[in-house]
């Protein structure tokens, strides 16, 4: 069983729509980071949400953390072909440089 | 800042054979961190180290090892490669230790066991 949980795995949408990305566990933490991941590179950080009810906001990326820590949405708003890439959340583990992975969301933009 | 390098970026062995990957840390990073990533699997931490001593361990076998440098470079090794050791490995260094530090990672390494 996986500790994060990351819908949808696989999304393809056309250009200028907008799409939410989930990511969910039972276990509470004190921070999620989203990563991503473009063909042929490792992950790159994105975001880091510590709050519960916590949002951040990225140019067109919009993150949020629940307000139980359990849980974390993407938005992207109007959606471009550079936003292609596999999307990861991830939290840390107690007091290592460890980073637990959840299963990714693969996102294809259509020109 | 010259980013995190890894080498070779490309691999192919064959079972039976053993390899070994290598990891530059972003200058001044002492702690470097291994990945692996599958598509079955997703990516799965495989150790940490940190001042040249291993700080964590993955549940991965004993095949995989790995070690640390004084100038903080690292490398790991796989011994008798299996065709499920087929994966794209992937290092991350950072600062210092813990979850609290942004890991920076490299291009990864893809190794394909025939």
């Known amino acids: 069983t996986q500790l994060l949980e990351q819908s949808p795995q696989f999304l393809s949408i056309q250009e200028g729509e907008n799409l939410t990305v989930y990511c969910n566990s039972s276990s509470v933490f004190s921070s999620l980071q989203w990563y991503r991941q473009e063909p042929g590179e490792g992950p790159v950080l994105l975001v880091t949400?510590?709050?519960?009810?916590e949002v951040k906001k990225l140019k067109r990326l919009t993150f949020q953390f629940g307000d139980a820590r359990k849980d974390s949405s993407l938005h992207i708003t109007a959606a471009q072909p550079g936003d292609t890439g596999l999307y990861l959340c991830a939290v840390g583990y107690s007091s290592a440089s460890k980073i637990i992975f959840g299963s990714g969301t693969r996102l294809s933009i259509r020109p | 800042k010259a980013g995190v390098t890894q080498t070779p970026r490309y691999l192919i062995k064959t079972r039976g054979q053993q390899v070994t990957l290598s990891c530059s840390p972003i200058s001044g990073h002492r702690s470097v961190s291994w990945y692996q990533q599958t598509p079955g699997q997703g990516l799965q931490f495989l150790f940490e180290?940190?001042?040249?001593?291993?700080?964590n361990k993955g549940n991965f076998p004993g095949r995989f090892s790995g070690r640390q440098f004084s100038n903080s470079r690292s490398e790991m090794n796989v011994s008798t490669l299996e065709l499920g050791d087929s994966a794209l490995y992937l290092c991350?260094?950072?600062?210092?230790?813990?979850?609290?530090?942004?890991?920076?990672f490299g291009p990864g390494t893809r190794l394909l066991v025939l």
């Open positions: 180290y940190f001042s040249e001593t291993q700080r």
């Open positions: 949400v510590v709050t519960g009810g």
């Open positions: 991350a260094s950072s600062l210092a230790q813990g979850r609290k530090e942004t890991q920076y």
